[in-house]
């Protein structure tokens, strides 16, 4: 079957430490995509990929990383250098010949104390 | 700047009853318009609009564009307690889709 995961589902954390969230997905996608969910607000876009060793900066990308070394795999890095790190993190990934819509992974929320 | 404002934030209605939730954007290069569905965790995809006028249907769900009012409708009849999610609708604009906050709805039984 395929699709996206993402790993762990729940995450904790102390301040001050960096924490990889991991986005795997088998559909062939070229473009894959990282999203934060707060309560109350639509997904804000920290960081998008559309090919492989390539990614951009999205519109909150401070304090987070990412790389893209193979076409199945996107991880997230959420340094302590995010000032508010608390939230749900979702992956997706779109189709390639223009298509726009995106599928999504079941997410990871991720607490920081 | 690029926005989508979806209408209303909440909704609480009864089994059976027919929802119609609203969706409008600014943007700056329209070229589709989506809306999801997102329960517990992962958003599924349900429709995306183009052109205006022409309406999108699955089952008891459908969806119209009407690009001259800058804004869509998600259609909701028969409503059943498995329809209780948060509806999304986002635009796609230069290539990234703006998203809205999302409309909460809840079926009462």
Redo the contacts between chains.
Sequence with gaps: DGG?TQSPKYLFRKEGQNVTLSCEQNLNHDAMYW?RQDP??????IY?SQIVNDFQK?DIAEGYSVSREKKESFPLTVTSAQKNPTAFY?CASSPPGGR????????TRLTVT | EDK?VQSP?SLVVHEGDTVTLNCSYEVTNF??L?WYKQEK?????LF?LTSSGIEKKSGRLSSILDKKELSSILNITATQTGDSAIY?C?V?SN???I????TKLIIKP
């Design positions: 996206i999203y109350g607000q639509g997904l804000r876009l998008y999205g979702l726009r819509e995106q599928y999504f992974g079941p997410g | 989508v934030l070229r589709s989506l965790k992962a958003p599924t995809f995306m999304l986002a796609d290539y990234q889709l998203w809205g906050a999302g």
